[in-house]
């Protein structure tokens, strides 16, 4: 029928190498942070265009202590409440 069905409990959970791994494969310039052309490069790599204006919503969701960047522990907060969400814990 062509529609695709999401089902949260088949989830996976992330351990702390892969969300290690997906954090580097953000912050391109390997600085430790995960800033604005981090995060726009990495989606022109993947053919997504965001408006500055998407990529600074991203980053304000996630950045908690608002220095305008996510550092590795915001991000790993970040999965880590999404498997959390998505195990529906």
Do not use: C, P, W
């Not at 791994?21 to 912050?27: C, G, H, N, R, S």
């Not at 989606?43 to 600074?56: R, T």
């Amino acid at each position: 029928d062509g529609q695709v069905s999401f089902d949260h409990r088949t989830m996976t959970t992330f351990s702390e190498s892969d969300i290690r791994e997906a954090f580097q494969t953000f912050d391109r310039d390997g600085n430790g942070f995960i800033g604005a052309s981090d995060l726009h490069n990495t989606y022109l790599a993947i053919n997504e265009n965001l408006s500055d204006d998407e990529v600074d919503e991203l980053i304000r969701m996630v950045d908690r202590d608002g220095d305008g960047q996510v550092s590795y522990e915001e991000f790993r907060k970040m999965v880590l409440d999404f498997n959390k969400r998505g195990a529906g814990r």
